[in-house]
Each structure stands twice: as C-alpha cells, then as structure tokens.
C-alpha cells in the first residue's frame, strides 16, 4: 500500500469517526403521469404572448405561505415552451431579483405556486407579479393571487417522501420523463418542495435538474414533495416514463471534509 493511500484511509476511518453512522439513501419516484399537475385545473395562471417575439420576465411581489414570520415565497414556478424549441417542455423557478429571457410560443406561459395541501393554501396571503418586456420596450404583467394561483400538491397526488429531521441531505434528479411524445418532449428535472430546519416557516421551491445538486437539513417532520406539470389533462395523456430523485444523506461537514481530503490527491 502507497503512503498516498495510507494516508487516505486514516483520514477516511477519522471522517467516520467524526459524524459516527449516516442514514440510509433515501429514492423518490416521480411519474410522467400519476405525479403531474394539470395546470389549468390546480389554479395555475397564463399569459398568451407574442409569437417569435424575445422577451425578459421578472417577478416582485409579498406573496407568502402563512401568517408566520419568514413565511415569504421566494418567487414562483414558470412552465412554458420556447419557440425555438417548440417541443420541448420547460420548467424553471424563477426568483424574485432573477430574470429569465425566452423566445414566446404560440403556446401560453404559465406560472403558479405551490404549497402543502389546500387547507395550508387558504392562510396564504398577498400576490406575485411578473412582469414581461420586449425587446421593443413593450410590458405585460401576469399577478398571481397567493391563494387562488396556489397548488396544493398533496390533493393534486404529488410525489411525497418523509427524510430523517435534522439529516443534512444532497438531492440529485435523474430519469426518462417526457411528454408530447416528441423526441424533444423530456422534462429536464422535476419541480420540489421542501424546508429547512434553520427556517422552519420558509417554504422552498426548486426546480431540480438533471447534472445539479441541492443540499438541505431536513426540518422536523422531515416531507418533501417532487412533481412534473403540464397544460392540462388532456395533454398529460400521452405523458411516458419518470424520474428518480436521490437523498444522499451525507452531513454537511462530511461533504465539506471529503472535498478538502480530495483535494489533497488532485
């Protein structure tokens, strides 16, 4: 055995000295069908845009989940399709101080929120603007109600998993979910819904993709939601296959220590 990978292993046997025995990875199915949202019956909100035209969308607003402190939304979840890619089925979360730049289909663009259930929709409060400008200067503006333009994602049978309270976890997407039965139909990820320990009252929405990570400390009763979306029903129909999302449940001094023991071998 080298020095090297001596090395490696006492400082390896160290690590789980330290942070004593992780939890179990924990797998997350998403169906293409079952765990989709019909947009134009869950509350989503469209706007019909320009065809062909480019245009910039921002979102503002006081939109929140519930009546406690840190309960504001972020920003909101944004579906539509690009018409330079008019297959191809996009789903982003876009944050309040982000803007997003896209080619307008014929197509509707929508957006919406997400919560819990109805029951915890209806102590929503306040709205989310999003503003669309044109190339030529020319806005529109789209408001979603807090509660009217909210899904309640366990009575419209989103994915749900239960993770360890207080297990800092890493969440990776991978699958083979399409719709429109078009080559370039793929969802790309899956829209999440989780909180944090530290903030108990924030709700977080995300879109995870595919090649990206986020990490994140289980709060106490530990849910997390996944789910796809569509326009409506109808058009879910001839959804195909699912994704697969992977709580690693590697501690967050855990991760920073490998990437320090990693970099030690580079």
């Known amino acids: ?40 019956a869950t509350g989503g909100l469209y706007i019909d845009l320009t065809p062909g035209t480019v245009y910039t969308v921002t979102v503002s607003g006081d939109a929140a989940a519930n ?42 663009f929508y957006a919406f929120l997400a919560d819990k259930t109805l029951k915890d929709v209806a102590d929503n409060s306040g709205s989310m603007t999003l503003t669309f400008t044109s190339l030529k200067g020319q806005r529109e503006q789209l408001t979603l109600d807090a509660v009217i333009n909210c ?34 139909g793929y969802y790309d990820g899956c829209c999440v819904f989780y909180r944090d320990i530290s903030r108990p009252w924030h709700p977080i929405l995300d879109v995870l993709k595919f ?23 109808s058009a879910m129909g001839n959804n195909f296959g699912s994704q697969l999302v992977t709580f690693d449940p590697t501690s967050a001094v855990e991760a920073e220590t490998w990437s320090g023991i990693k970099a030690l071998f580079r």
């Open 151 to 184: 899904i309640g994602l366990e009575d419209w049978a989103a994915a749900k998993i239960i993770l360890v309270p207080g297990q800092y976890y890493t969440a990776v997407s991978s699958g083979d979910a399409s719709t429109n039965m078009d080559p370039d």
């Open 67 to 108: 009546p406690m402190p840190d309960s504001s939304f972020d920003g909101v979840f944004v579906y539509y399709f690009d018409d330079q890619r008019p297959a191809h089925p996009v789903m982003e979360f876009l944050a309040e101080g982000e803007e997003l730049m896209f080619v307008a289909s014929a197509n509707p």
């Open 211 to 233: 090649g990206e990570e986020i990490g994140f400390t289980a709060h106490a009763t530990g849910w997390v939601y996944a789910f796809l979306v569509d326009w409506n029903q």
């Open 1 to 40: 055995m080298t020095k090297r990978h001596g090395c490696l292993l006492i400082l390896a046997a160290g690590l789980l000295l330290l942070t004593g025995v992780a939890a179990a990875e924990e797998y997350l199915p998403v169906h293409s069908y079952k765990n989709c949202m019909p947009l134009d």
